[in-house]
């Protein structure tokens, strides 16, 4: 299954990650439906918009630290996650 | 009433998520694959983790094309949108000359990319173009192969004509939509021609604009086939934006990794400034 289109074992990873993430909303989603409503952001939002928002602040951090340090993308992914935790609980 | 929820019309959508997913999805988590791989050939490749994102991140020549790609989308809207509603505001408002006016505003749109480019090829040329031509028998030292400001003067006058007529007709849809009535007010107030234009032909315009100002971002900043035909990305690299730098890459040196890697930013750019767009859009709609 792998091998097809030379798919490697990490992207498979990373995009096994966003569809669980992806599900795991959808379930919470119809569990518990949720309201647009403010917080720190300027905007109102839903809880896709947070998540979307995180998730694309994850791909720039992950970026910036490439750019500009040398130190480990596992720092990046420690500094995305708490980010994501902040934005979708208060943001 | 209790209403019942039925949501099996959804299942209509299925054929075109399963066509979005062949033709987009799977494409990109391709792209995705590739950009953490390095290929010589079929069967051939070397898995290499973040080294293409951070070759390409402080790659110069990159840089280089995504300042030039920002100046230019920067220059286009800063030319074109104000361009465009002066000219919707000098139409006619109805009648035979509003439609002449129209369709003449409209030809430019309906020329394809690289006959634009053709057009503006052999018009500025300095021996038979009558643009060139002219310009250099007038005593201006004018040669788009070969000077830098020339050649981008050149290519945004090329973009101004061929685009500028999209946010002309956008704006003079905002404008006749306004109705008669706010004109008259304006008029009982003894509003100057100013203060109608700017407390309510401008307001009123907002969300076309918004629109407006997002095609013409988009259209742009993924430009390709007018300047490649105009200039070649000469002379040098100057007018060689992000989307020639990435094809000369991706094809003429087959550099797939490198490539992948750098069209995820540069998806990643697109994404970010059409999200913003979008929630502004959505957001103005929510106050209206």
């Given at each position: 299954?792998?091998?097809?289109?030379?798919?490697?074992?990490?992207?498979?990873?990373?995009?096994?990650?966003?569809?669980?993430?992806?599900?795991?909303?959808?379930?919470?989603?119809?569990?518990?439906?949720?309201?647009?409503?403010?917080?720190?952001?300027?905007?109102?939002?839903?809880?896709?918009?947070?998540?979307?928002?995180?998730?694309?602040?994850?791909a720039?951090?992950?970026?910036?630290?490439?750019?500009?340090?040398?130190?480990?993308?596992?720092?990046?992914?420690?500094?995305?996650?708490?980010?994501?935790?902040?934005l979708?609980?208060?943001? | 009433?209790?209403?019942?929820?039925?949501?099996?019309?959804?299942?209509?959508?299925?054929p075109?998520?399963?066509?979005?997913?062949?033709?987009?999805?799977?494409?990109?988590m391709?792209v995705?694959?590739?950009?953490?791989?390095?290929?010589?050939g079929?069967?051939?490749t070397?898995f290499?983790?973040?080294?293409w994102?951070?070759?390409?991140?402080?790659?110069?020549?990159?840089?280089?094309s995504?300042?030039?790609?920002?100046?230019?989308?920067?220059?286009?809207?800063?030319?074109?949108?104000?361009?465009?509603?002066?000219?919707?505001?000098?139409?006619?408002?109805?009648?035979?000359?509003?439609?002449l006016c129209?369709i003449?505003?409209?030809?430019?749109?309906?020329?394809?990319?690289?006959?634009?480019?053709?057009?503006?090829?052999?018009?500025?040329?300095?021996?038979?173009?009558?643009?060139?031509?002219?310009?250099?028998?007038?005593?201006?030292?004018?040669n788009?192969?070969?000077?830098?400001?020339?050649?981008w003067?050149?290519?945004?006058?090329?973009?101004?004509?061929?685009?500028?007529p999209?946010?002309?007709?956008?704006?003079?849809?905002?404008?006749?939509a306004?109705?008669?009535a706010?004109?008259?007010?304006?008029?009982?107030?003894?509003?100057?021609?100013?203060?109608?234009?700017?407390?309510?032909?401008?307001?009123?315009?907002?969300?076309?604009?918004?629109?407006?100002?997002?095609?013409?971002?988009?259209?742009?900043?993924?430009i390709?086939?007018?300047?490649?035909?105009?200039?070649?990305?000469?002379?040098?690299?100057s007018?060689?934006?992000l989307?020639?730098?990435?094809?000369?890459?991706?094809i003429?040196?087959?550099d797939?990794?490198?490539?992948?890697?750098?069209?995820?930013?540069?998806?990643?750019?697109?994404?970010?400034?059409?999200?913003?767009?979008?929630?502004?859009?959505?957001?103005?709609?929510k106050?209206?």
């Amino acid at each position: 299954m792998i091998d097809w289109m030379n798919w490697t074992p990490t992207v498979v990873i990373f995009f096994a990650v966003i569809a669980s993430i992806l599900a795991f909303m959808t379930v919470y989603e119809i569990v518990s439906p949720c309201r647009e409503r403010k917080g720190f952001l300027p905007i109102e939002t839903t809880r896709g918009d947070r998540l979307f928002i995180s998730l694309l602040s994850t791909a720039y951090i992950h970026l910036t630290f490439l750019a500009i340090s040398d130190v480990s993308l596992w720092v990046a992914l420690a500094v995305s996650v708490a980010w994501a935790a902040v934005l979708l609980r208060w943001g | 009433m209790k209403k019942i929820h039925n949501n099996r019309a959804w299942w209509l959508v299925l054929p075109v998520f399963l066509l979005v997913a062949f033709s987009a999805l799977i494409p990109l988590m391709t792209v995705v694959n590739y950009s953490v791989q390095d290929i010589f050939g079929p069967g051939q490749t070397f898995f290499v983790g973040t080294e293409w994102f951070k070759g390409v991140l402080g790659d110069e020549r990159l840089q280089d094309s995504l300042i030039r790609q920002f100046m230019f989308s920067g220059a286009v809207l800063l030319i074109q949108i104000p361009f465009g509603i002066g000219v919707a505001l000098m139409m006619p408002k109805s009648g035979i000359k509003g439609s002449l006016c129209l369709i003449l505003i409209a030809i430019p749109l309906l020329i394809p990319w690289n006959v634009v480019g053709t057009i503006w090829q052999v018009f500025a040329r300095g021996d038979i173009g009558l643009f060139g031509w002219g310009l250099n028998e007038l005593g201006f030292d004018y040669n788009y192969t070969g000077n830098t400001v020339d050649a981008w003067l050149t290519v945004l006058l090329m973009d101004v004509w061929h685009w500028t007529p999209l946010v002309a007709l956008l704006c003079y849809s905002g404008l006749r939509a306004i109705p008669e009535a706010f004109y008259q007010a304006a008029e009982i107030d003894r509003a100057s021609k100013w203060a109608v234009f700017r407390y309510i032909q401008l307001p009123r315009l907002k969300s076309v604009l918004i629109i407006a100002v997002l095609l013409r971002f988009m259209d742009s900043f993924m430009i390709y086939t007018e300047p490649f035909v105009l200039t070649g990305g000469g002379p040098g690299s100057s007018t060689t934006f992000l989307s020639q730098t990435l094809t000369t890459m991706a094809i003429k040196q087959f550099d797939l990794g490198r490539a992948s890697a750098f069209s995820l930013i540069y998806f990643l750019i697109v994404l970010v400034i059409s999200w913003l767009f979008f929630t502004a859009i959505t957001q103005d709609d929510k106050e209206q």
